[in-house]
């Protein structure tokens, strides 16, 4: 199956963001969010991709945005790696059943057993704006995750105009 | 295909004629072995095809995992308002496992630029904005790690070493000749 595309409600979840709390997407409603999965903590190329996220933060937060790293590694692992690269976003632990999330959003590597290298942008109200499957062995990069949180807010700003109108006319 | 977003102008740091048929841009990060390795294989790719290549290095700092690359990232734009950019690059790159304040110092005098104004110039960020400026333009750009390269403004995914990258800039001389 591929991955889920645009305009789709996103499927809700609740994982462990750490080995004692867990996190619900439906909890970050009014936000847009962006849904990193990754195959595995500690594999060389993701390194540079969850670095990169953590680098670009500021970017992020400017649009409001929360992103969240997700992987069939478990919380404890993730913890271990989060520390390691000093990252300062929540990893989340799609672990039992294992990658049972990634299989609902079409990013789940049945062969290896682990998640694709798959982003997808979730609009304020939970549905998908944007979704793009990398090549496993190619990091993404971020330019696409930020041209649709910038296409987001310029949307929401239009939006936000046309009720400030309808208001005034009103 | 990642594309270069923002062009080349003449606050870049540029090496090579700029009618140049080929342009090598790095992103790249003082403080980041890879990047390290891959600045000799810059200089012999510059050696092989001579005329024929532009080379611009922009910053991408990496750092939250390199404490010391956005300091040295500004010592060399501080270097290049005193027209020393590439001779800092090439410094700090050499001793990349030693950067921090005490190596700045030295480099600046060797290359008899004004100390004290370095100094001020690290204190005040007022290089900051510069280097942000470089890393955003890369973000946009698809850059996903250091170093990422450009060949005529299409990114190149490929292996860094010589063999690899000579190709690619010999396959893309003779689509653009």
Redesign the interface.
């Known amino acids: 199956m591929p991955i889920l595309g645009r305009g789709i409600e996103a499927p809700d979840f609740n994982l462990h963001v750490t080995p004692d709390q867990t996190l619900s997407l439906s909890e970050l409603r009014g936000r847009p969010v962006v849904l990193a999965f990754y195959p595995a903590d500690w594999s060389p190329v993701c390194g540079d991709q969850m670095a990169l996220y953590n680098e670009i933060l500021p970017e992020f937060q400017n649009h409001q945005a929360e992103i969240l790293g997700i992987s069939v590694d478990g919380a404890w692992c993730h913890a271990a790696y989060a520390r390691q690269n000093k990252l300062h976003f929540p990893l989340l632990s799609d672990f039992e059943p294992k990658g049972e999330v990634a299989r609902k959003y079409g990013a789940y590597r049945q062969k290896d057993g682990v998640c694709e290298r798959a982003l997808f942008v979730i609009d304020e109200e939970g549905k998908i704006f944007w979704s793009y499957c990398s090549p496993v062995a190619v990091n993404p990069g971020a330019d696409g995750i930020l041209e649709a949180l910038e296409e987001l807010s310029a949307e929401k700003g239009k939006r936000n105009d046309q009720v400030k109108d309808a208001d005034n006319a009103a | 295909m ?1 594309k270069l ?1 923002t062009p080349i102008t003449q606050h870049d740091h540029i090496q090579g004629a700029e009618d140049a048929p080929l342009t090598l841009l790095e992103y790249g990060d003082f403080e980041c072995p890879h990047c390290g390795r891959a600045d000799p294989i810059v200089k012999a790719l510059q050696e092989r095809f001579g005329d024929q290549l532009r080379f611009v290095y922009r910053h991408f700092p ?4 390199h404490p010391h690359a956005e300091s040295a990232a500004e010592t060399s734009e501080f270097a290049g308002a005193h027209k020393k950019f590439w001779e800092m690059h090439d410094l700090l790159f050499e001793n990349q496992d030693q950067l921090g304040l005490p190596l700045y110092v030295e480099l600046a005098g060797r290359l008899g630029l004004p100390v004290e104004r370095l100094i001020e110039a690290l204190e005040t960020g007022e290089f900051t904005a510069k280097v942000r400026s470089d ?2 333009s890369g ?7 250091t170093p990422t390269f450009f060949i005529n403004g299409i990114r190149y ?1 490929g292996p860094v070493n010589v063999i690899s990258m000579a190709e690619a800039l010999a396959f893309e001389l003779e689509k653009v000749a």
Do not use: E, P
């Open positions: 990642t977003k990496l750092a939250q995992i890393f955003s973000v946009r750009s698809g850059v996903n790690g995914d």
